[in-house]
């Protein structure tokens, strides 16, 4: 168990939508970043945030924002989804915003649209 | 052109015996890190190791060294003594420091650890 958790676990949904994914944290961790994983485009980045502000953007779509609340939860919103939005959305954190510390990912959010 | 290029699809290598999987990269910026990650059939992804572009010696942690070739520009993950466990898709990542700190990923080589 890494610490980091992912709610939901799946979800379904139809085209023309919008979810919020979330994501709580390591104990201590102050960066939150945002991976999506599909079969066409692999593992991407989307967004970084780092106590509550952001400090690098991916390939994140308009119709994709995320924040970083005060308790250092953050949340993943997809509007208007598409087909090819059906993606494993992972999470990590750690405690610094540059790299070099070590990232522990929660278990995924799958996504799957209709 | 590809940021993060991983040849080798898949990979096959004897219980006990030492692996290296190849990733090369290409980056303008002096300033970059380099990532491996293990994602098992379970799906969970798991951080291995951490390169850094002004790192002067290879980064080890426990059984995994990542072979830094500044020159050649590649940073191949090598595990010793590999186990059963180490059977998962393994993804190379770097991350420009001075370009926008974006990741980028390679596509992954599924390494199977035979008994």
């Known amino acids: 168990d890494s610490g980091v958790t992912q709610t939901p676990k799946h979800l379904i949904t139809a085209t023309g939508q919008r979810v919020t994914l979330r994501c709580s944290p390591r104990?201590?961790?102050?960066?939150v970043y945002w991976y999506q994983q599909s079969l066409d485009q692999g593992l991407q980045f989307l967004i970084q945030y780092y106590n509550g502000e952001e400090r690098a953007k991916g390939n994140i779509l308009e119709r994709f924002s995320a924040q970083q609340f005060p308790d250092l939860h953050s949340e993943l919103n997809l509007s208007s989804l598409e087909l090819g939005d059906s993606a494993l959305y992972f999470c990590?954190?750690?405690?610094?915003?540059?790299?070099?510390?070590?990232?522990?990912f929660g278990p995924g959010t799958r996504l799957t649209v209709l | 052109a590809q940021k993060i290029t991983q040849t080798q699809p898949g990979m096959f290598v004897q219980e006990k015996e030492a692996v290296t999987l190849d990733c090369t990269y290409d980056t303008s910026d002096p300033s970059y890190g380099l990532f491996w990650y293990k994602q098992p059939s379970s799906g969970e992804m798991i951080f291995l190791i951490y390169q850094g572009s002004y790192d002067q010696q290879n980064a080890t942690e426990g059984r995994y060294s990542l072979n830094f070739q500044k020159a050649r520009k590649s940073a191949n993950l090598v595990i010793s003594a590999s186990q059963l466990g180490d059977s998962a898709m393994y993804f190379c990542?770097?991350?420009?420091?001075?370009?926008?700190?974006?990741?980028?990923f390679g596509t992954g080589t599924s390494l199977t650890v035979i008994p």
């Open positions: 104990s201590g961790d102050l960066s």
């Open positions: 990590a954190s750690s405690v610094g915003w540059v790299t070099y510390n070590e990232q522990f």
């Open positions: 990542a770097m991350r420009e420091f001075n370009t926008g700190n974006q990741f980028y």
